[in-house]
């Protein structure tokens, strides 16, 4: 039995990696989809974000899986973007079940807090923090007219742990968690239910154009395959996290088998925080 059949479920950040990994399982699980990426880079970002024709692969893929796809360009640094996206989801199917918070940078990063910009301190809190907080802000009271829905913020191991020399990154995903579990409260006696899940280290599965480790790799000034081995290093079990892993979890969270779960952090993280 697809575990999300009927459901109508919102993706930020869906152009590759974790996105696209979330965006297909989804579809695979019966989901339609609402699938939007930013398509252009931002200055202050020391590598390229998605473009329109990653995004484009992703709705395709998700096409090939049965899914009935809206896809639009749309940055999340800018509430008319995100209001037009949930316009847009709301008139095509009418409703949103489940909001899949996951667009993010993880860099600037690689140096103590004080030599951050200030146009690299914000720009790390305006994508990771308040990027979620506007589609919180668009789309609740979509979620609170219907009287259900779920939102999943993707977080990191950086809400729950610090990480020398990404003091911004590890800010904005704190903040995260905290919004996580204040939103949380103020939604739950309306049957809305708000969850972080925080992944560990992922590897850069280059199916999904994947390539977070290499942009931590690239912050610390070191070579992806050391940064691997520091990965692997440092998680509990004898292997680092798939961006399949992370979807498994969001799938969870998005369907009526969590109806009990909110205000939650899941580390999917091969036991990294545990140590
Ligand atoms: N890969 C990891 O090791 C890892 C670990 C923990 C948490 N995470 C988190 O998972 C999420 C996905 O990361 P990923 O590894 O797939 O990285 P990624 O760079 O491949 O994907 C992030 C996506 O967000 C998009 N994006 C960035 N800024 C945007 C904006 N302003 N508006 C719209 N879209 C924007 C990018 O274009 C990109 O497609 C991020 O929130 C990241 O912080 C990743």
């Not at 993707?154 to 911004?168: P, R």
Request: hydrophobic share 45%.
């Amino acid at each position: 039995m697809a575990r999300l059949k009927d459901k109508v479920i919102l993706i930020t950040g869906a152009g590759r990696g974790i996105g696209r990994a979330c965006a297909i399982l989804a579809a695979e699980e019966g989901a339609d989809l609402v699938l939007t990426d930013i398509g252009v880079p931002i200055d202050s970002v020391p590598y390229p974000l998605s473009s329109s024709d990653q995004l484009e692969t992703t709705v395709r893929s998700c096409r090939e899986a049965g899914a009935s796809v809206v896809a639009r360009l749309a940055d999340m640094c800018e509430m008319d973007d995100v209001r037009e996206l949930v316009e847009e989801a709301v008139g095509r199917f009418g409703r949103i079940d489940a909001v899949v918070n996951n667009a993010g940078i993880g860099a600037p990063a690689g140096k103590a807090a004080h030599l951050y910009e200030s146009e690299e301190w914000e720009i790390l809190l305006n994508v990771n923090l308040s990027g979620p907080w506007r589609v919180i802000k668009a789309a609740a009271p979509i979620l609170l007219e219907q009287g259900h829905g779920s939102i999943i913020n993707i977080a990191s191991t950086a809400g729950l742990l610090g990480y020398k020399h990404f003091a911004g990154y590890v800010a904005s995903k704190h903040g995260l968690v905290g919004l996580t579990k204040s939103a949380a409260l103020d939604y739950a006696p309306r049957n809305i239910r708000v969850n972080a899940i925080c992944p560990g280290p992922v590897y850069d599965d280059e199916r999904l154009d994947g390539h977070m480790t290499k942009v931590v790799a690239d912050s610390l000034g070191i070579r992806l395959g050391d940064q691997e081995a520091i990965d692997l290093e440092s998680v509990a079990l004898n292997t680092v996290v798939s961006p399949r892993d992370v979807a498994e979890a969001m799938v969870w969270l998005a369907s009526d088998g969590s109806q009990r779960v909110t205000g939650t952090t899941i580390a999917v993280d091969a036991g990294y925080s545990a140590k």
